[in-house]
Every structure is written in structure tokens, then in C-alpha cells.
């Protein structure tokens, strides 16, 4: 089961678990120990303990770019940083409503879905199409040649996010985007 207490961790939370990077995500870990510039033994609830793939470790706070700004809240984000315990978490980064769309935030839930339902099959449609066939300029143009329907868009999600496909992943993904080949093409 996973937790999160707005809207905004929640998006937050789904462009992490779409990263390929990503080994783990632990929401609301216990809370860190630090003091704070008067001195004072204060509290922290991070919002998500990131593990990556390489091992390194990463506590992120999530807030509104409005709340995130003010000198009070930087104050204390510079003193958890400083303080951290490397057996903890190597960095605290902060993320704001201002560092992605939401659009891109869509995508990611989206795509978190459909790889539910994912086979090894919907991939190399995708791949075996790109070897044979120039790129279309669109998603709806590789949806048809993928023989058409929701088996074939959800190749193409998952290619997307494999690096296979490229897309403007700030904007909404829909038939009418623009598709090119991806990294790992």
C-alpha cells in the first residue's frame, strides 16, 4: 500500500516509481533528528526515502514552491542536510510543484498502470516495428502500425518509458504526440 499526503507527494511519488533508476521508494520513514539553529533538538518527517539502483540514497522533501521558499523552511532543510546521517540517506533534495508538469506526473500514473499488465511481448512489438519500418511522426502513426488498439498503445507507453521511444514527457502523452527514436533504440 502506498501513502502520500496531497496531491502534489502523490505526483511526486509516481515520477519516481516510472524511473529506471529507482530501486525503492519508502514513504513517510521514521523522522530524522536534528538541531536546529537556535540549537534546539527538533524533528523531521522526510516525505520519501529514495533508494537507486547504484545503492545511493536519497531523502526527499516535497512542498509547494510557495512553502518551499520561505527562509524559515530553507533554514531548516540546510540544517537536515548538514546533519544527515550517511547511514540514513547520502543527500535531502527538495521537490517543488515547479519542478515538473503536470502532464508529465500524468504520464507517469499512466504508465504505472498499464506496466501492471505488461509482457516482455509489448516491448519487442515495439522494438522489431523500429528495425523494420522508418519511425512515424506520431503515436497514433506506430498505434497503426503496431496492427491498431489498446495492446499496441501500451507498447508503445512502455517503450516510451524503456528509452526506445522518445517523447516530451512534460506534455501529455496522446495519439497526436511526436515520437522519435529514444536512447536505447
Known amino acids: 500500500m502506498i501513502q502520500f499526503e496531497s496531491k502534489l507527494e502523490q505526483r511526486v511519488l509516481f515520477l519516481y516509481l516510472a524511473r529506471p533508476d529507482i530501486w525503492d521508494v519508502w514513504e513517510q520513514p521514521p523522522s530524522v533528528t536534528y538541531r536546529d539553529e537556535r540549537g534546539a533538538i527538533r524533528q523531521h518527517v522526510i516525505d520519501f526515502l529514495v533508494t537507486l539502483r547504484c545503492g545511493r540514497k536519497l531523502a526527499v522533501a516535497v ?6 521558499q520561505r527562509s524559515a523552511f530553507l533554514s531548516e532543510l540546510q540544517a537536515i542536510r548538514r546533519q544527515l546521517a550517511k547511514d540514513v540517506a547520502d543527500d535531502l533534495v527538495l ?12 504520464n507517469a500514473e499512466r504508465y504505472l498502470s498499464i506496466r ?11 522494438a522489431s516495428v523500429l528495425k523494420s519500418k ?3 511522426g506520431t503515436v497514433r502513426g506506430l ?10 498503445y501500451r507498447s508503445i507507453y512502455v517503450a516510451i518509458y524503456a528509452d526506445l521511444l522518445w517523447v516530451d514527457r512534460t506534455r501529455l502523452i496522446d495519439l497526436n504526440t511526436a515520437i522519435r527514436a529514444g536512447v536505447h533504440a
Open 116 to 126: 501492471r499488465g505488461y509482457g516482455p511481448d509489448d516491448l519487442s512489438r515495439v
Open 63 to 68: 512542498k509547494p514552491l510557495k512553502r518551499a
Open 95 to 106: 521537490v517543488t510543484d515547479r519542478d515538473f508538469t503536470k502532464e508529465e506526473a500524468l
Open 134 to 136: 522508418p519511425l512515424p
Open 143 to 152: 498505434v497503426d502500425l503496431l496492427g491498431g488498439g489498446s495492446a499496441a
